[in-house]
């Protein structure tokens, strides 16, 4: 027999997509760009969906606490589901975050760029045709290769995070830390200070630039200094 659906139930379905759709967009990890990212994205997810059985574990045994009394099987609800389910779990995303982080580690040849940060901006370094090259703001990468990001800092911790590309690494002073990054397609993508530097950290912006392989590394690059 069919129901009229309530204004509560219409009011949550609604929301979904506009929960699904702030997930998305240039700074979003779920709208990933290249290899590196999509691994941390399907982990993202992985989790989630192990975050979500769990959840729905809970609810279930709320539920059965309303209602008469009735006679429960211990060995199915406290050992099978609360102990080895939930162990089952926990043990399956562990190992997947385990296995994902050491996929995303920089291993093997990759091309090296620099990244340098202070309050409140980057500078990067690239390789060019006649030389290292070095532009404010904007980091030039080719696309479909593997790309090292040697990380320092000037002052104090920043963070350096292009959501599309890849992890995040802290910019710590005195010490140069290695990210692995890559573009699978020419284009431009955003970054940020993931880590609280100060009064402007909000504005510590930066900007990826993928080329086509075929014409790395560029002439005359956007931001260049020289």
């Not at 690494?169 to 010490?175: E, H, N, S, T, V």
Request: with cysteine; hydrophobic share 45%; aromatic share 8%.
């Amino acid at each position: 027999m069919w129901r009229p659906v309530s204004r509560v139930k219409c009011a949550a379905l609604a929301t979904v997509p506009l929960a699904v759709a702030g997930c998305r967009g240039p700074l979003s990890t779920l709208s990933p760009a290249g290899p590196v990212a999509q691994d941390i994205a399907s982990l993202w997810w992985g989790l989630l969906a192990g975050a979500t059985a769990l959840t729905m574990l809970v609810f279930v045994l709320l539920a059965l606490g309303f209602g008469r009394p009735r006679e429960v099987r211990e060995g199915r609800w406290v050992f099978g589901m609360g102990v080895w389910f939930a162990l089952g779990v926990l043990s399956l995303t562990l190992a997947a975050a385990l296995w994902v982080g050491e996929r995303i580690l920089p291993h093997g040849p990759a091309l090296e760029v620099r990244a340098h940060a202070r309050q409140w901006s980057w500078s990067f370094t690239h390789p060019g045709a006649d030389g290292p090259v070095r532009a404010e703001g904007v980091l030039h990468i080719p696309a479909g290769q593997p790309v090292d990001v040697l990380i320092t800092s000037q002052d104090v911790i920043h963070s350096f995070w292009v959501p599309q590309l890849g992890g995040k690494m802290d910019a710590i002073p005195g010490r140069e830390n290695r990210l692995r990054i890559e573009a699978a397609q020419p284009g431009t993508y955003e970054g940020q200070c993931a880590e609280f530097c100060g009064l402007e950290h909000a504005s510590m912006r930066f900007e990826v630039i993928a080329h086509d392989p075929a014409q790395w590394p560029p002439v005359s690059p956007e931001g260049s200094l020289q």
